[in-house]
T-cell receptor, first 114, second 109 residues
Framework: NAGVTQTPKFRVLKTGQSMTLLCAQD?????MYWYRQDPGMGLRLIHY???????AKGEVPDGYNVSRLKKQNFLLGLESAAPSQTSVYFC?????????????FGSGTRLTVV | KNEVEQSPQNLTAQEGEFITINCSYS?????LHWLQQHPGGGIVSLFM???GKKKHGRLIATINIQEKHSSLHITASHPRDSAVYIC???????????FGTGTRLQVFP
């Protein structure tokens, strides 16, 4: 089915470990985003990409890195996980066509850092 | 003060009731989005508005750009409508969204 796929869905990390979250979309969308969702707060933008080979910082980029080597994939890396990075992570992609645009979100990755 | 405020934060209703969720924002925007998130689930885009009103099934979304306010209405609510409804705005000249904290709706049979 077309859409945004995130892997893994769940992960537990120990403090200091590293991991990569994968986001894949098959809709040929140019823009892709990584957000984190924490209790009592709105989604916050970590990093985003406006096209293959480009990335930019969002609102809360510290402790994260991203890469967009292929248009369909947007990777989020944690080099040295910290308990403050315990969160639910959402990837999204967006399109813009003929004045209309919209967003498609993945199903989320629940990450716990102990 | 958050740039996007939603009210109420929590809402309970009996099946069949008419529901209204409000969103106020403080920045100039090019568009406003309403999203739905079921417990433990992903986020689904319901509407994107830049003016006026949109309707999809039992859901109606309106926006008043001058008053910086939007409402999401659910007619004849049903338990399957139970979810968190999130308002997000797209400020002028940005490619980014600013999200509200969501309204948790529970509809009981």
């Amino acid at each position: 089915n077309a859409g945004v796929t995130q892997t893994p869905k769940f992960r537990v990390l120990k403090t200091g470990q590293s991991m990569t979250l994968l986001c894949a979309q098959d809709m040929n969308h140019e823009y892709m985003y990584w957000y984190r969702q924490d209790p009592g707060m709105g989604l916050r933008l970590i990093h985003y990409s406006v096209g293959e080979g480009t990335t930019a910082k969002g609102e809360v980029p510290d402790g994260y890195n991203v890469s967009r080597l292929k248009k369909q994939n947007f990777l989020l890396g944690l080099e040295s996980a910290a308990p403050s990075q315990t969160s639910v992570y959402f990837c999204a992609s967006s399109y813009s066509q003929d004045g209309d645009y919209g967003y498609t979100f993945g199903s989320g990755t629940r990450l716990t850092v102990v | 003060k958050n740039e996007v405020e939603q009210s109420p934060q929590n809402l309970t209703a009996q099946e069949g009731e008419f529901i209204t969720i409000n969103c106020s924002y403080s920045v100039g925007i090019s568009a406003l989005h309403w999203l739905q998130q079921h417990p433990g689930g992903g986020i689904v885009s319901l509407f994107m508005l830049s003016s006026g009103k949109k309707k999809h099934g039992r859901l109606i979304a309106t926006i008043n750009i001058q008053e910086k306010h939007s409402s999401l209405h659910i007619t004849a609510s049903h338990p399957r409508d139970s979810a968190v409804y999130i308002c997000a705005v797209e400020p002028y000249n940005t490619d980014k969204l600013i999200f509200g904290t969501g309204t948790r709706l529970q509809v009981f049979p």
